[in-house]
């Protein structure tokens, strides 16, 4: 008998290791074996058990269940997994053989279209490799949606002697999980389209920049890298190519600033993490000095799949100028959270509404935070709004690694401005002044505000303003996001008829 | 994980130092290592390490102090750290975040007096969609109630 448990840290958070530890002991005989997750977060931890080879769902479970779970009498039961409503809605391009293969299997990556596009890119020029990606439209994951192609043509004309690529795993927007999913659920993908990364543009060497909050990512995706390394899809020759690439995992240190690229590259080289200005820009001058990509876990993940299906495939989901499949990290106070892969393109009502169902206290909805700490909170009023780049951003939003954090209506929106504020004062780098006084400076004046004083809305404007355009980087330049639709949205909560306390 | 370790020698220090030395930006990872073997950046590494790799005390300092995971003295027995983002806000994160701290007598990056357990804040552990979150060393707890808190700090011997 086959029973699968993910080992994804939000199950293992959830109780997964009891489960299975109960599991063993009410059938010894039966084959435990640990997956990534699903993405149902809110059904974990999540057993399935493979009947006629059909895997039927248990969830959420706990050690209790086990016995009913199988013998297949638990009230848990959910009934085949692919087929629940979640999972038959999604399109899964990225995230495939998250929570169906056991995450440090090569064997179960090959058996389910792993190497596919490695081999298949094998076989193409740097060139080729990177007008495949162009023709994809993929855009980076990270954040800001730039062309991924575009970036690998600046570092495959450039010529050096050695040139990188970088991998960003540093996810450290609050709502957001889809990196740490695919690195414990399936980082062979990753790996697969690192390498791809480093034949297009020419690079032998890449490194995974992962933040140290994740120590479950980095035990998994040290071992995968170990695994393919021995198995010849890392190193010398890969797969038998006359082409080398190789990599590391390095561990970031506990700094949310350190996810800007620039930092990120001046941590990778033992420095402060400071940003850096730009130009140049790091596909010329990064990592050491060298040419370097610089992508989001992501965005380097999807690349297996284009090759694998090719180009046109990946662009025949989605809309406008965002093509392909957005990774919905649905968070905070919902119903149904977790990771939902569709195309872009999705409204913000559809997923709110409809997938999460709603908050988990059932209260009222009152606000979404879309995009992480630097994103705007929306309001109801903005549930039409389809999440694509540029569409979203026309309605005020920013889809950014696109995390989604619900809040119900006893949310506190001048105490989440004020948040917005702490966060960039205790994380900014310090390099530039609007971002590491202006923080400080928002504080006291939200402060204000909620003590009364009506004067200081004016001047929460006016910093908010001197943020955006005088900031080196998102972090300075991007909080007034958060801050401004708080008090664009929800007036109420700033205004000062609340009479002064004192 | 993190442990009240002995006072290292400098045979110890030296050797994690050497290492890494031989990495493409060897800093950080010579910092975590000796993190992880001693609980902290024991003192006499701090000339090791700066004429190792040819940089000032003042810039070695001046990285340390960046990163909010380096400790230049030992942390409890164990660390506790708790997510204050705004997805295990939006799950009562502020209210289990104070409560704890006031039931220990403790404010952020404090220790309990018996040396049993620092409470840090940490941004966000990638559990948004199972908040509020928190994390006892490597180990990764969800929907963290007050139940579940007294738990873990009763296990920790807080
Ligand atoms: C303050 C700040 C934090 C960021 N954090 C991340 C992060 O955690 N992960 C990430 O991939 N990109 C992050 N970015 C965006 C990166 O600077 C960069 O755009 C991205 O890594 C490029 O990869 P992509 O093109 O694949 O998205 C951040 C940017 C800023 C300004
Ligand atoms: S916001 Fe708390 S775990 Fe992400």
């Known amino acids: 008998m086959k029973v699968y448990v993910p080992m994804d840290s939000a199950a293992k958070a959830l109780g997964a290791e009891e489960v299975v530890a109960a599991l063993q ?26 009947i006629d080879g059909i895997r039927h769902g248990f969830g959420p479970a706990t050690p209790v269940d086990a016995a009913a779970i199988l013998d297949g009498s638990s009230a848990k039961a959910l009934g085949p997994v692919d087929d629940l409503d979640w999972m038959k809605r999604q399109t899964r391009l990225t995230f495939a053989r998250v929570g169906v293969i056991d995450p440090l299997s090569m064997d179960d990556y090959e058996a389910h279209g792993g190497l ?46 050695q040139k990188y690529i970088v991998c960003n795993a540093d996810e450290g927007d609050s709502g957001t999980f889809a990196d740490r999913m695919i690195m414990e659920g399936d980082p ?15 690079a032998t060497k890449g490194y ?104 046109e495939h990946h662009a025949s989901f989605g809309i406008g100028k965002s093509r392909g499949t957005i990774t919905l990290q649905i968070a905070g106070n919902v119903a149904r959270g977790g990771l939902f892969e569709t195309g872009f393109g999705v409204t913000l009502g559809e997923v709110i509404d409809d997938l999460a169902g709603g908050t988990a206290t059932g209260r009222p909805f009152k606000a979404v ?60 780098c310090g390099k530039c002044t609007p971002c590491r006084i202006g923080a400080v400076r928002g504080v006291e004046t939200i402060d204000r505000i909620a003590r009364g004083d009506a004067d200081a809305v004016t001047i929460l404007t006016d910093l908010c303003e001197t943020m955006t355009d005088g900031s080196l980087c998102a972090l300075g330049g991007f909080t007034p996001y958060p801050v401004m639709s708080a008090l664009t949205h929800f007036p109420d909560e700033f205004s000062t008829t609340k009479e002064a306390a004192e | 994980m993190q442990s009240a370790a002995p006072t290292p020698t400098e045979d110890e220090i ?20 000796l993190q992880e073997s001693f609980g902290h950046i024991p003192r006499p590494a701090m000339q090791m390490i700066a004429d190792r790799l040819n940089i000032t ?23 506790l750290k708790i997510c204050r983002a705004e997805a295990c806000q939006a799950m009562g994160g502020n209210a289990l975040a104070e409560e704890t701290l006031a039931k220990l007598g403790l404010d952020w990056h404090g220790t309990t007096i018996n040396g049993a357990v620092t409470v840090e804040p940490v941004y966000c552990l990638g559990l948004c969609a199972c908040g509020p979150a928190a994390m006892m060393d490597d180990r990764c707890v969800g929907r963290v109630d007050r139940r579940r808190m007294d738990a873990l700090l009763a296990e920790a011997g807080a």
């Open chain 2, 14 to 33: 030296a050797a994690l130092i050497e290492s890494n030395a031989d990495l493409e930006g060897p800093l950080l990872p010579m910092l975590h290592a």
């Open chain 1, 116 to 161: 596919a596009g490695l081999k298949r890119a094998l076989t193409m020029t740097g060139q080729q490799i990177v007008d495949e990606v162009k023709t994809s439209g993929l855009r980076g994951r990270g954040g800001a949606g730039f062309p991924t192609g575009i970036k690998w043509q600046t570092v495959h004309d450039s010529d050096a002697p």
């Open chain 1, 188 to 202: 062979f993908t990753l790996i697969e389209g690192m390498a791809i990364a480093g034949l297009g543009v020419g």
């Open chain 1, 369 to 428: 935070q879309v995009g992480g700490p630097l994103g705007a909170y929306m309001p109801r009023s903005k549930f039409d709004a389809p999440m694509g780049y540029e569409e979203f951003g026309a309605e005020g939003g920013l889809i950014g690694h696109a995390g989604l954090v619900v809040f119900d209506d006893t949310a506190d929106m001048l105490g989440m401005a004020r948040f917005a504020m702490e966060f960039c004062a205790v994380e900014s």
């Open chain 1, 25 to 50: 002991e009410a059938a010894p005989e039966a084959q435990v074996i640990r997956t990534g997750t699903r993405g149902m977060i809110w059904l974990e931890p999540l057993v399935e058990v493979e």
């Open chain 2, 57 to 79: 005390k003042a810039e070695l300092h001046g990285v340390i102090s960046f990163y909010h995971d380096f400790r230049e003295a030992p942390a409890g027995k164990h660390v």
């Open chain 1, 208 to 311: 995974v920049y992962l933040r140290s909050e994740y120590p479950d990512a980095i035990a998994v995706m040290t071992r995968a890298v170990e695994i393919a390394r021995a198995e010849g899809v890392l190193g010398e020759n890969i797969l038998g190519s006359p082409h080398s690439f190789d990599m590391e995992i390095r561990k970031g240190a506990g700094a949310y600033v350190c996810g800007e690229e620039t930092s990120l590259l001046n941590s990778l080289e033992g420095k402060r993490g400071v940003v850096r200005a730009k130009p140049p820009l790091p596909a010329l001058e990064g990592f050491l000095g060298r040419p370097t990509v610089v992508n989001n876990v992501i965005s380097l993940a999807t690349v297996p799949v284009i090759f694998e299906k090719g180009a």
